[in-house]
């Protein structure tokens, strides 16, 4: 059994998970109450993070193990791994947001896909020595289906 407990939840102004749009959205994600302040020590150091969160709005009868992405039947059908949609088995999203500013608890961010009140189970910064080498690929049509996330 693995239990996990929130470090810190979202604040922004989305309140359902909608698809499309998230780069207008600025958050913030302040510790809970548990964590000391210190976990952030000196974190504006880095541009960017990693925000691991949980998908808590998700329903267990939701969950889905493949299907095409956003039910658009002109993608291929694809198993969860081949996506990033929320239904997923262990209701975990990863996200690279911009870091725009850290004062005391909470820092402000932009390009995080997760609504309000969500749970933040992890922050790291990110290491461009951490980052894929070589050439990303992807099939065409995720350009398509992301043409308006951000």
Not at 38 to 55: C, K, P, R
């Amino acid at each position: 059994m693995i239990h996990l407990s929130p470090i810190a939840f979202v604040s922004n102004t989305r309140r359902e998970p909608t698809d499309d749009h998230w780069g207008e959205i600025i958050s913030d994600i302040t510790l809970a109450d548990h964590i000391p302040s210190d976990t952030l020590l000196n974190i504006e150091d880095f541009s960017h993070l990693e925000i691991v969160y949980y998908f808590d709005k998700v329903k267990q009868e939701d969950i889905r193990y493949s299907g095409h992405p956003r039910g658009n039947k002109n993608y291929p059908v694809m198993g969860i791994y081949g996506q990033r949609k929320k239904d997923r088995p262990n209701q975990l999203g990863l996200c690279n947001v911009k870091l725009l500013k850290h004062v005391g608890r909470t820092l402000t961010v932009q390009y995080l896909d997760a609504i309000d009140g969500t749970p933040v189970l992890d922050i790291k910064p990110i290491i461009k020595e951490f980052l894929p080498k070589g050439e990303i690929s992807q099939p065409d049509w995720v350009s398509d289906l992301m043409k308006e996330y951000w």
